[in-house]
C-alpha cells in the first residue's frame, strides 16, 4: 500500500510541474512587439541607420537577450521591437496585429511587423 501512495504523490507533482512549465510559456514566451535597445555600435547604426537622423531603414538584430526570439528589430525607421521569423508573406505565421515582411528587400528573411508600422 505504501508503494502505490508514493507513485501517486509523484504522479501527481509531475502533473502539477507539467503545469506550471506550461502556464509560464504561455505567460512569458511571446513578448514580440514589445520595445527592445539595438547595440550602439558602428555596424547596428550602419545598417538600422543612426538614431539620431530621419532614416526609414529597416534592419533586424539577431542575440538580443530582451528578445524571447533573440530578434530585435527596426521597420522604416521605427522604434526597435521584438520580432520573430515569418513564413514569406504569409500573415498567418505572426501574431494578430501585425504581418509578414521581408525587412530589408533582397533578403529573403521575413519577419513579423506591428500592423501599426505598415505604410511607413
Known sequence: M???QTHRNTAWRLAA????MALLSVAC????GTE??????EFVDQACGASDENTTQSCVVENIIQCDSRLCGVYRGSNAFCTK???GKNDTSCPSGAFCSEFVVGTGEFFCVKAEF???
Open 36 to 41: 527592445c535597445t539595438l547595440p550602439d555600435n
Open 17 to 20: 510541474a507539467l503545469f506550471l
Open 118 to 120: 505598415e505604410g511607413r
Open 29 to 32: 514566451g511571446d513578448d514580440f
Open 2 to 4: 505504501h508503494h502505490n
Open 85 to 87: 521569423r515569418c513564413d
